[in-house]
């Protein structure tokens, strides 16, 4: 016990994890599809969140991945394949669709990145329309159970702990990836990628890589919300899911494990209140499409302009609390001596 | 035959609206190193606010004119907001710009509701060549040409038009001889909310307009102006031109729902085709 | 001695931790050539941003009787602009204050090198030619005080000699002060009359050039690495 308290890190997963177990049984029933979203929102986060911190670019198509998975599952499981085997062909299909498109398209940096990632969906979007077997505008209904080893997952608990399951999986991987020897390389390609490259580091390949990765996570979360909601369409991908994804990875602060977290949870907390405080009675109809926009806006400029960091960065900053992962320490310890050297 | 020269003035038409839009993003991307996502908003603010000066009695003219004016105070607010605050760097200016078209988005169901809305513009048609060609159609075309004249002699002959491009091209030399650059990069934005705006008046008679064509209109923009690195309003122009009329074509002689894919697929050939000329080493200094 | 055109008192500026200026003191006085010296980092540019109100100082103060103006180091020309619309811009302090604007055909009685160039793209000139443009440009501010950052670096030595003739030129006939921040420490000690010496934020050493000349540090440390 003693190594985990001077361990804060470990020590706060360890309470989270924890918590975030016992939330499925502890919520209220009608509470538990908005856990399961946020799950999903989790796991998409935590990959854009490695893009955006450990690739230096900004997606603001990260829903076409979620889109991807969605797709694969629905269609392989509605054309007879084992649901389990639908689930997992998910991200491996997103993954090998961000690795095929990332070859032109990570030629490109910056603003162009993004507005040619925006451009990815919004094609994505205007052809699975146009698709009668992906179900046209209408999409993709009557998808079977998941069903697993013989056990049937039919209530919102199990899809809970299923979700809850793959973001362990996903955290665990993206905290391998930020400790190992690429992960530093990825670090410094965010900074510059002309340095990262002069200092031997494969800059296309782990660019590609993480690009993939991330689209992986975000088709292993659509696989799953395939299977939970039961129905795809394009309608259920929308642009604007893609803007949330970059709301939460900024409010959370770009390139941590925690803030992804974080910034998933915030959001949608904060989204469930103001859709409740706008269906309450007497609003006007409109009150919950206005309430979360002016949220969304606001909070992605003043998390811009006075908290770049992001929320759990910002604070831990303030605490001095050190929650953040190990390479983060050896980074900002050099930067601080780095500070110290050249004053 | 008299199909074709449909979709050509059709399509010219409507790539004039992405040609204004366009030059409202090279003018503020020349000026102060921002792209703005807002730009789209422009457009859609100004608008419906158009037909809601319509609506109250305002006649056409000082309608549009309002609704412009209106959109140039958005433009500078945008600036404000996105680069105002010094240390603001242009990927934080991206994010803040995409925030502020959700806050636009919020006011926007509040004001206008959330579904689309048009107002009338130039009715009836003229025959042109035995094509029946929409009025509307021919003004926009005219509007635009006026206003990329006026773009050019603004920039090329006045002395704050000089200016707007020197302080773009050398921050340092332009603060040397005491201009505000900041100031200046406002000055851009509330330029960019005008040609937005402008964009926006003529467009939304021929394509209704609702609070989310932002997206849309950003990204045909975009695709526009990126033709010209962003730097560069004639080749912008030229871009617009053509992504409107290959939209019209591919929409009057194959599908009209492929029309979008056509311009991304073009936009996306274009960077690519770009960056693969570029190394790695001056995008990066052009960060 | 006469009214200081410049007068900097007990100067500092700082970049978070890091002080570039440590209390620097100096005047210049109305028609004087006044030369800068010291190595890089020293502080000089630090010490230009700062008497032309681009760095604002933690301390101390920066009085000028007239305006400043400035031919910044590496010339920084408005590339895609005429030589014309170059000169043109350096009024527009002016212009704002409301000054009636000078007319470029001034600069080019002063600087008839110019005058052939007015319509070329001032980023497809040579060096000597955007220095020219540079001090025009400068010059088209009206200043009482004319702020020269690096005059010679980069450039042949012939065309240093007549960019050198025409600020003496412009400082005897015009009563023009002026400022010199030289890495040429021979060149700018023939020019001026008085000097300083700047060395990590501070004023190390001050007086006429010919005094500071022959001592025997400053030789050392500045005139001996150029010939």
Known sequence: MSHLLRSPGTLAALVVAAVAAAMPVLLPPSQVPVYVLLLLAAIVVTGLSLLMGYGGQVSLGQASFYMIGGYSAALLAVHGLPTWVALLAAPVIATAAAALIGVPLLRLRGHHLAFATLAVQLILLSLAGRQEWAGGDIGLQGIPQLEVAGYEFADDVSYAYLALAALAVVVLIARNVVDSRPGRGLRALATSEVAAESSGVPVAGYKLAVFSLSAGFAGLAGGVYAFFIGYVAPGSFPVLLSFEYVVMVVVGGTGTIWGALAGATVITLLLQLLNNIGTMEGMPAAAPSVLSYAVYGLLLVLAMLFMPQGLVRGLAFSSRLEVRWGTWKTISSRSAKRRRSSA | MSDLLQYLVSGLAVGCGFALLASGLVTVHRVSGTVNFAQGMFAVVAGLAAGSFLSAGLPHGVAEVAAVTAAGAVGLLTGLVATGKPGTGPRAALIITLGLGFVAYAVEIM????????????????????????????????????????????????????????????????????????????????????????????????????????????????????????????????????????????????????????????????????????????????? | MSDPVLEVTGLVVRYGNATALDHVTLHVSAGEMVALVGPNGAGKSSLVNAIMGLVRPAGGTVRLDGRAALVPEGRQMFPDLSVDDNLALGAWRRRREGSSARDTAWVYEVLPELARLRRQKAGSLSGGQQQMVAFGRALMGDPAVLIVDELSLGLAPLVTTTLAGHLRRLNAERGLAVVLIEQNARLAFDLCTRAYVLEAGRIRAEGPCAELAESSDVVAAYLGVTP
């Open chain 2, 111 to 287: 004001v206008w509701g959330d579904g689309p809305r048009s107002h009338p513009g130039l009715g009836g048609t003229i025959q042109v060549a035995g094509a029946y060609v929409q009025r509307q159609h021919l003004l926009v075309i005219a509007a635009t040409a006026l206003v990329f004249t006026a773009l050019g002699l603004f920039f090329s002959r006045t002395y704050l038009g000089k200016a707007l491009s020197a302080a773009a091209s050398n921050p340092y030399a332009a603060r040397a001889v005491g201009m505000n650059v900041t100031r200046m990069g406002l000055a851009a934005f509330a330029l960019g909310g005008v040609l937005g705006g402008t964009a926006g008046v003529l467009l939304t008679p021929m394509l209704p307009i609702s609070f989310n064509s932002d997206v849309l209109l950003i990204t045909n923009g975009f695709a526009a102006a990126i033709l010209g690195g962003l730097n560069r309003p004639g080749l912008a122009l030229a871009g617009a031109l053509t992504l409107g009329v290959a939209e019209a074509l591919v929409a009057g002689y194959l599908d009209a729902s492929y029309q979008t894919v056509v311009a991304l697929v073009l936009m996306l050939a274009i960077m690519i085709w770009q960056a693969s000329r570029r190394t790695a080493l001056d995008m990066e200094a052009a960060r």
